[in-house]
């Protein structure tokens, strides 16, 4: 196991830039790619932008919620920022925005982080004269980038819920706002196989590194 961390250690440090290139960009790309989505769907431009009172919501929280473990989860779901479009002629009610909601925010991080370590190891197995081509498990890890950025999406839309919630952008693609929200408990189960998927190919790509060396994993 410590023979396979160390060829995870040494892909990084070998290719650096681009794997902190790719862990960070994948982060900014996805929520640029989120608020661009929402802008093309209703053809306006967000005309507000809020970095909200983390702390002193934190301690509103604490006051009101005697219990500590009621408290966390709405810790949690306390978003960071957020940026939208107020219609002036609803009394300016916000009819939609997207947020930065911190777990859904380490989560894309995360995913980055896996993304960018499979492109390093599979580089490395490219310079040790691996004949296998990395399109395969590209192609894989993008299926489960896919379902883990599905599921980390925290829009809200005045129609659906102000909740900021991963089926609003289904619900903004046409899909009927009550099948969205009869799907919606099953996120988590889809955010966990887009992960295996992406840590599958990371492990087939050491399965490989191990067997050019000559060892199993």
Known sequence: MRFHFDFVRHAVANHRGRWLAISLGFVVL???GLLLFTMLRFGETPN??????VLGSYRLIFAGTPALSDALPILMDEPWFEA???NPDYYGIATWSYM????????????GVLVATLVALAATRKEAACPTSPLPAYATAGMGTALVGLT????TWVVCCATPSWV????MLGMSVS????IE??????????????VGMIAQQLRGLAGAAGQTL
Do not use: N
Not at 152 to 155: C, D, N, R, W
Not at 185 to 198: D, V
């Open 30 to 32: 996805y929520y640029a």
């Open 185 to 198: 408990p099953a996120g988590m189960i889809l955010t966990s196989l887009g992960l295996l998927l992406i």
């Open 168 to 171: 609003v952008s289904l619900a």
């Open 100 to 111: 930065l909601i911190p777990p859904k925010l380490l989560l894309v991080f995360l995913t």
């Open 48 to 53: 507000y932008a809020v970095f909200h009172d």
């Open 152 to 155: 980390s999406a925290t829009l």
């Open 84 to 86: 939208g479009y107020k």
């Open 179 to 182: 099948l969205a929200l009869w």
